[in-house]
């Protein structure tokens, strides 16, 4: 089973400062099967980025996402207010399992 | 425009079964490109996979290891809607419940969300 790891666990950042997420994983995985989900408090999880860099529909462009073999980076780039969540990488294996990693928790200072 | 709505029970008894039931608009649960999948959230996991089950040609069904031994996910087409059963709920299985669909143009990401089942298991 491959297990996915996020860094740091929170990040506190001021507005407009950049914010650098980390996923790996434990074996190296398809980047087209890797994606980024965040979730405020109190609603639904919303899709970000899938395979590893394509934003989803209504993603600003703020919201990037890089990284290939075991190694995934979401990149905000300038931080917002409104960005406050918990965000997850997800990733699908070819046996049709999915994976969540544990999230990392993103405040405003 | 894909909506998902959820409905079944809230708070339960350790020992007892979950069901939750999703019932799809905008799309169809025997699409061949489409799965639908079964998610929960809690404080102490996170998000965390169920399961999934999809239509190519034949009815398949995906399961987390975590909850093989005691879940079963359906398909209804008569009414559109796919179904959760797990069964022996613990306290361990509280969580907000998700349903959700993988579109299939994005190697299984989610895109559309179902509005979330909070479920409390206590005695």
């Known amino acids: 089973e491959n297990v996915l790891t996020q860094s740091p666990g929170t990040l506190s950042l001021s507005p407009g400062e950049r914010a650098t997420l980390s996923c790996r994983a434990s074996?190296?995985?398809?980047?087209?099967?890797l994606g980024w989900y965040q979730h405020k408090p109190g609603q639904v999880p919303r899709l970000l980025i899938y395979g590893a860099s394509t934003r989803a529909t209504g993603t600003p462009d703020r919201f990037s996402g890089s990284g290939s073999g075991t190694d995934f980076t979401l990149t905000i780039s300038r931080l917002e207010p409104e960005d406050v969540a918990v965000y997850y990488c997800q990733h699908y294996d070819i046996s049709g399992l999915l994976t969540f990693g544990p999230g990392t928790k993103v405040d405003i200072k | 425009q894909v909506q998902l709505k959820q409905s079944g029970s809230g708070l339960m008894k350790p020992s007892q079964t979950l069901s939750l039931t999703c019932a799809i608009s905008?799309?169809?649960?025997?699409?061949?490109?489409?799965?639908w999948n079964w998610i929960r959230q809690s404080p102490s996991r996170g998000l965390e996979w169920l399961g999934r089950t999809y239509y190519r040609s034949k009815w398949s069904i995906n399961y987390a290891l975590s909850v093989r031994s005691r879940i079963a996910i359906n398909p209804d087409t008569s009414k559109n809607q796919f179904s959760l059963q797990l069964n022996s709920v613990t306290p361990e299985d509280t969580a907000v419940y998700y349903c959700?669909?993988?579109?299939?143009?994005?190697?299984?990401?989610?895109?559309?969300w179902g509005q979330g089942t909070t479920v409390t298991v206590s005695s």
């Open positions: 959700a669909r993988d579109p299939g143009y994005c190697q299984s990401c989610l895109d559309v």
């Open positions: 905008g799309d169809s649960v025997s699409s061949n490109s489409v799965a």
């Open positions: 074996q190296s995985v398809s980047s087209s099967h």
